[in-house]
């Protein structure tokens, strides 16, 4: 099992940027991939963005291609994400999570630990 702990949610214009933080703990080397998901009120939760641990292989929602960057950086066992152009439909609570196995990306399911969320607010 690992632990997650995101940080860098906040208030933020339209236009705007953040960068969300992720740091991993416990059983790190169980670790296949690290995934960001989304929620806002009255909606599903929505998968975001996805990167693979060891080989860096990133994937992204259609909605954030070109304005969000997923890394990760192995020595900090820290996953970041680099959110630009910000929109008022971003606004949700951001969650990190871990897999420990290759599935489909886009399944929260597949995912077996989730950090506590980030509130991202951008206003217009």
């Known amino acids: 099992q690992v632990q997650l702990v995101e940080s860098g949610g906040g208030l933020v214009q339209a236009g705007g940027s953040l960068r969300l933080s992720c740091t991993v703990s416990g059983r790190t080397f169980s670790t296949y991939g690290m995934g960001w998901f989304r929620q806002a009120p009255g909606k599903e939760r929505e998968f975001v963005a996805a990167?693979?641990?060891?080989?860096?292989?990133?994937y992204y929602a259609d909605s954030v291609k070109g304005r969000f960057t997923i890394s990760r950086d192995k020595a900090k066992n820290t996953v970041y994400m680099q959110m630009n152009s910000l929109k008022p439909e971003d606004t949700a609570v951001y969650y990190c999570?871990?897999?420990?196995?290759?599935?489909?990306?886009?399944?929260?399911?597949?995912?077996?630990?989730w950090g506590q969320g980030t509130q991202v607010t951008v206003s217009s």
């Open positions: 999570a871990a897999r420990r196995s290759p599935g489909v990306v886009t399944i929260p399911s597949n995912f077996g630990s």
């Open positions: 990167i693979v641990w060891n080989g860096g292989n990133t």
